[in-house]
C-alpha cells in the first residue's frame, strides 16, 4: 500500500496514519509518499517496511553505513542535520510536555562519528566463520558489522581479531569491548569455563589485538580477568582513574566531557558538592579538582573503591549506598549547597523526594532517560525549583536514546 508519512516517532519510525490506524514505518520521513508492505502488528498499530519511496523527503540523505537499515545500532542515519537535531530536542520537548514541566529546551550538542568508545556485541559461529556485531532491530539475529561509523577506529579494529580468537573458544555469547586510555578492555560473555589453552593464547592474542584486559563471564558471575596486561585507566579532565571490571562508563569521551564541562560550571559558586550516582567519579573527581569539597555516593562498591583512589589527594569522600532504598535525608543533604545526580535510566525517585523536602540550593540533574528526568523535575518544579534551560547531549550517535542535563534552583521567597 501507498502511504504519507505524517510525523516522526520517539524511536525514529515515520508515523502514518491510514484508514486501517496508525502505521510504523523504518527509514521513513515526514512527508514522504512510500510504498510499503505491512508486517507485525505493534500496540496500537502496524509495523510496515519501506519497498519505495514515492515521493523522498529534501530532508532525506544517503546513511553513513552499509548496514544502516538492517542493523538494531542506529535509526537515524536517513535525516539530514536538521531533521535529526530537532527530532532529539522533540524527544525531551515532549516528555517534558507530557510531566507538565515548562522549560526552555536548548539545541541538542552532538558528539561526532567514530566517538563510541564502549559497545556490547553478539557473536556466533556459523559453519567456518564468526560473526560479530549488533543485533537487527527487533530480532536476535546477529549483523556481522564489517563497517561502524559509530565506534571508535580502535573498538571496530578489534573486531578482526575477535573473530579469529573466539571460535577456538567458544561459539555464540556477547563481547563488551571498552577503549581506554591505555588499551581495550574486553570482557566475553559465554557459557563455560576459560581453558588452560585459552590462558596460553591469551597473551599474544592480546598483544596483538591492542587489548590491555581480557575477561571473561559465564553470564551468571562477575567477569573473571583472564589476562591483564595493564590496568585499564580513563582520565576524568585531569584526574587518571583505574577502571574496576564492568564498571560504568560514559559512551563516547567528547560526551563526557560536555557533560563534565557543564556540571563544573553549574556548581562554579558552590563549595560543598555531593555527586549521587557518581559512577567511577566522572563528576566528583574534577569538581574537586577544581576545588569543592565532593562527597560521592554510589551502589557499586568497586566504583566507590576506584574514586577513593584517584580523589584521596583532594580529600573526596566516598559512601557506597544504594539511594533507592537508602537515599540522603534531608538532615543529610543540609550540609551539602549542591547536588550533583546522573542516576540510571529509572531515574531518581525517591531521592528526588528527598531533596524536595530538603530545598539543597542547587540541584544539577543529569539524565539519560528524559520520561524519567521530566518526572522527577515535576517533584522539584512542584517543591518551588525552577528550573533553568534543559541542555540535551547526543551521545549515542543516529539512535533514539538522548541524554541531557539541567540545573534546578530553589526560588526565594
Ligand atoms: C548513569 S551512571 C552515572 C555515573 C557517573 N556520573 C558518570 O558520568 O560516569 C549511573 C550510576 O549509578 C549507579 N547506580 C545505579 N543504581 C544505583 C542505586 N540504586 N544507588 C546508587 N547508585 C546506583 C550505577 O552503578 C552507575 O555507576
Known amino acids: 500500500m501507498e502511504i504519507r508519512i505524517n510525523s516522526l516517532g520517539a524511536r525514529g519510525d515515520g508515523i502514518a496514519e491510514s484508514g486501517e490506524g496508525t502505521v510504523y514505518v523504518p527509514d521513513a520521513l515526514p512527508g514522504e509518499l512510500v510504498r510499503v508492505v505491512k508486517t507485525l502488528r505493534r500496540g496500537d498499530g502496524q509495523r510496515a517496511v519501506v519497498r519505495d519511496v514515492v515521493e523522498a523527503s529534501s530532508e532525506r540523505i544517503s546513511p553513513a553505513c552499509g548496514h544502516f537499515g538492517t542493523c538494531g545500532g542506529c535509526a537515524a542515519q536517513h535525516m539530514g542535520a536538521g531533521l535529526y537535531a530537532a527530532w532529539k530536542r522533540d524527544l525531551v520537548r515532549n516528555s517534558l510536555a507530557r510531566a507538565g514541566v515548562d522549560a526552555e529546551v536548548l539545541t541538542t550538542v552532538s558528539v561526532l562519528p567514530s566517538t563510541r568508545r564502549r559497545v556490547r556485541l553478539g557473536f556466533r559461529q556459523i559453519r567456518d566463520s564468526v560473526i560479530v556485531g549488533f543485533r537487527e532491530a527487533g530480532s536476535d539475529r546477529i549483523v556481522d558489522l564489517a563497517e561502524c561509523p559509530v565506534a571508535t577506529p580502535r573498538v571496530v579494529g578489534v573486531l578482526s581479531a575477535l573473530r579469529r580468537f573466539l571460535p577456538r573458544f567458544t561459539n555464540h555469547g ?168 546522573d542516576p540510571p535510566r529509572a531515574g531518581a525517585g525517591p531521592q528526588v523526594e528527598q531533596l524536595a523536602a530538603a530545598g539543597v540550593p542547587l540541584v544539577v540533574y543529569v539524565s539519560c532517560n528524559p520520561a524519567t528526568f521530566a518526572r522527577d523535575a515535576r517533584v522539584l518544579a512542584d517543591a518551588e525549583y525552577a528550573i533553568g534551560p534543559v541542555q540535551p547531549f547526543d551521545q549515542f550517535l543516529w539512535s533514539h536514546h538522548i541524554e541531557l542535563a539541567a540545573v534546578f534552583r530553589v526560588r526565594q521567597s
Open 174 to 341: 556477547e563481547v563488551a569491548v571498552t577503549e581506554t586510555d591505555n588499551g581495550l578492555d574486553v570482557v566475553v560473555f559465554a557459557k563455560g569455563e576459560p581453558d588452560l589453552d585459552l590462558r596460553m593464547d591469551a597473551p599474544a592474542f592480546c598483544d596483538e589485538a591492542g587489548i590491555c584486559r581480557l575477561s571473561w563471564s559465564d553470564g551468571d558471575s562477575l567477569p573473571e580477568p583472564i589476562l591483564v596486561a595493564g590496568e585499564p585507566v580513563v582520565r576524568f579532565g585531569d584526574v587518571a582513574v583505574s577502571m574496576p571490571l564492568d564498571s560504568f562508563l560514559q559512551p563516547t569521551a567528547p560526551g563526557e566531557a560536555a557533560l563534565r564541562d557543564f556540571v563544573i560550571d553549574a556548581v562554579a559558586e558552590s563549595t560543598a558538592v555531593a555527586d549521587l550516582y557518581a559512577g567511577c567519579g566522572a563528576f566528583s573527581l574534577p569538581v574537586a579538582a577544581a576545588g569543592k569539597t565532593v562527597h560521592a555516593v554510589e551502589a557499586v562498591a568497586a566504583q566507590c573503591a576506584a574514586v577513593q583512589a584517584a580523589g584521596d589527594h583532594w580529600g573526596v569522600t566516598v559512601e557506597t549506598r544504594d539511594l533507592v532504598r537508602q537515599p540522603l535525608r534531608p538532615s543529610e543533604l543540609i550540609r551539602f549547597d549542591a547536588i550533583v545526580l
